[in-house]
């Protein structure tokens, strides 16, 4: 993998590998790595977030949308969906 940066964002990596005292190809690594790790975990987060979310609206939903189709045949479920993609 072959990754461009700025000359000055070498330059910072390389200051702040000098101080730590490792190579600045470890301090890349180290912060590439940092950064995927905390995007990946922020996405994992939001998607588990919003499944819950999902989950909850659709527990508030089932029962008012269940009560719509009780006996109800399933012809007169049909042309009520029929209904309401023609209107």
């Given at each position: ?31 590439i790595g940092e950064y995927v790790a905390k995007n990946l975990a922020a996405f994992d987060n939001q998607a588990s977030m ?38």
């Amino acid at each position: 993998m072959t990754i461009r940066l700025q000359p000055k964002v070498i330059d910072g990596i390389n200051q702040l590998a000098d101080r730590f005292g490792i190579a600045s190809s470890t301090l890349a690594g180290l912060a590439i790595g940092e950064y995927v790790a905390k995007n990946l975990a922020a996405f994992d987060n939001q998607a588990s977030m919003l499944e819950a979310m999902g989950k909850e609206i659709g527990r508030t939903l089932a029962g008012p949308v269940t009560s719509i189709f009780d006996g109800k045949t399933e012809q007169q479920i049909m042309d009520m969906v029929d209904k309401v993609k023609n209107d």
